[in-house]
């Protein structure tokens, strides 16, 4: 965990020398998608350029097995317009230790996730009571090690959707569906979002990442922290609420634009 708080620190210190030369006249911060589910509305901005990456830790324990999971989930992030950008997706590096708790026996496996590659267009701006909305479209791609690769093609369609209640609070849901081989299913989030200061923010969070053939159910909470306008760390929380989906996840992450 020292490595990944180093790495943070070293990034959140690129992106404010890089960000020098490139200062604009208004004050718009950095806006990442990571942690949570729900996305933002948000696009990163014409000819700009944000990295969004991590470290998510996932326990799921029942009778017959014990399961911890260690992922590096990772968004790229291209700006081509000032309401369309290119995004490149994944969890990166995953390592998994399964124990069976009847016979003690202990595996190890490890591996990289898919990539996914799409786009996010923003559709339209809050205007009184209607809200911020964005569409998010993107193909999950067979890339990954053997154990972890999906089968063919995956498209997905996600519509973020976002409310300024004012006093420094916002509520986001994101509606879903993804094609996943022969079943589709469906993904649901609604978040709450409070500022605490102008580089502190909370969240707190329901979420079903998976509707139907399996479905997911979570809920989650955590704080986000801008070092500068161009670099954000963050901190969440996850309690799943069904035995389909981990019972315990922690992430840490950090994200930066250029």
Known sequence: ????????????????????????????????????????????GSHRVQLETGVQWDRQRDLEAHVRTLTTPTLLRI????ALELRVETDG???????DPASGAHTVSAGWADLSAGVKWHVADQDGMRPSVGMIAE?????????LRGSGFRPSIELPVEWDLGHDWSLGVMPGVVRDSDVTYGVFAASVGKAF?????????????????GTQAIVDTG??????????????????VNRQTPGLSLAFGVSVRR
Do not use: Y
């Open 79 to 82: 700006g081509v317009a000032d």
């Open 93 to 99: 590096r995953t390592i998994e230790h399964a124990g």
């Open 197 to 213: 200061s102008e580089r502190l923010h909370g969240f707190a969070e329901v979420a079903a990442p998976q509707i139907g053939h």
């Open 139 to 147: 193909v999950a791609l067979p890339t990954g090690s053997a154990a």
């Open 223 to 240: 704080v986000s922290w801008l070092v500068n306008r161009d670099c954000q760390i963050d901190a969440m929380v996850v309690h799943g």
């Open 1 to 44: 965990m020292q490595t990944s708080i180093r790495s943070a620190s070293l990034a959140c210190l690129l992106a404010g020398v890089l960000s020098v030369p490139a200062a604009r006249a208004d004050d718009d911060t950095i806006n990442p998608d990571r942690p949570n589910v729900a996305n933002s509305s948000q696009v990163v």
